[in-house]
Structures are given as C-alpha cells and as structure tokens.
C-alpha cells in the first residue's frame, strides 16, 4: 500500500533540491532522484536493507524522512518514530501516513490510527504540522467492499472476484481531491506532517 499521491508530492516539493530525504519502506519505488530508499526487504530500488526500529545513520543526517504506510507493519512504532527523529535534522520534518479504516493488506500488519491518535504519537517526538485524510469516506467503503467480496466469494475464480470487486472502484472519486483536515467517522488513510524541532538538536 504506497500512494504516489499529490498531497505527498507536495510535501516533497516543499523539500529543496539536494536535500537529504530518507523514504523509509520504499518498497520499489523511487520518489524522486537523491533520495535514499530504505527497506528491510531488497529490491532493485533499494539503497539500504535496513529494520526501521534500528537505523543504520548517525544523529541528525536527513532533512526529511517519508514514512508512508509503514507504522502498521512494524511492532514498536514509537521505536520507530524516536530513531527517526533520531536522524532528522533539527527544522527538519517528516510526512508520516498511516491507515485507519483499511483491510489487512500484509502477514505484518498490526496496528491502525484514528487521526487523532496520529496527531497524538506523532506529537511524542515532532511539532505536528498539517495532518488531514487523504482517502476519505468513499475510498474506505470502496475497500470495506472489496474485502466483503473477496472473502464472499473466496471459493470462486480470482479473477471473477476481481472484476466483482473492482466494479465499485468509482466510488472512491466522490471522495473529491481535497485534503480532510477533521475527517468524518470513518476513512481509509490519514497523514500527519512533523517539524523536529531546534531545542532536539
């Protein structure tokens, strides 16, 4: 679950050019040119195979760090946040994304967050900036409906489960393309942006 979205391509846009940005759970994926990707699993566009909960970076490198739908998927994700605040610079920020209202979507899947709750761990270890949802209440139908449907009709073909499900892929467009800075009850995924700030050097 990685989401090349516009509202992260605005946070990256945000972050000069020759910046050091660490994208924590890359995946394969390449954000941007100069960014280091790290992940405990290797790909081709992995730069660094490394476990979040022990980074292998002295203090204070990065001026920003993506962490996108990574959280859930580690045990300790307060571990996680202090090693990143760890290696951020002071003034430096974070994007971090996670999911609320999502199916299980990995082995290691473990935790979820209203954004409330984001905004509350974040706040242990960064200055909270602008946090919202980004999938709001549609998208989070959409896929409460998908996984009904795949687990329904889980003795059937795959790919006739498939084309069931992805009948309703529509509907996550009435969400519209705006930011929920205070989401309804219920959504698929929200962000929080932190700022580390100068009295943590």
């Not at 739908?69 to 951020?88: G, K, N, W």
């Not at 989070?140 to 059937?156: D, T, V």
């Not at 073909?157 to 467009?173: D, E, I, P, Q």
Request: aromatic share 12%; glycine share 8%.
């Amino acid at each position: 679950m990685t989401n090349d979205h516009r509202y992260l391509q605005e946070f990256l846009a945000g972050v000069p050019d020759g910046a050091r940005v660490l994208d924590l759970g890359s995946g394969e994926r390449r954000l941007r040119k100069g960014i280091v990707n790290l992940d405990i699993m290797a790909a081709p566009s992995v730069d660094i195979i490394a476990d979040g909960h022990e980074l292998p970076f002295p203090d204070c490198v990065f001026d920003a760090v993506i962490l996108q739908s990574v959280m859930e998927h580690v045990l300790e994700p307060e571990t996680l946040l202090a090693e990143c605040c760890r290696v951020i610079k002071p003034g430096g920020q974070i994007w971090v994304e996670v999911p609320f209202y999502y199916p299980i979507h990995d082995t290691a899947d473990y935790y979820r967050w209203t954004l409330s709750g984001l905004r509350y761990v974040v706040s242990k270890y960064f200055e909270v900036g602008r946090s919202g949802a980004v999938m709001g209440p549609s998208s989070a139908f959409n896929l409460g409906w998908r996984a009904f449907l795949n687990w329904k009709l889980r003795r059937l073909h795959w790919g006739f489960r498939n084309t069931v499900s992805w009948m309703t892929a529509w509907l996550k467009s009435l969400d519209g393309d705006e930011v929920l800075p205070e989401p309804p009850s219920i959504y698929a995924l929200s962000f929080v942006v932190g700022t580390k700030s100068a009295s943590q050097g």
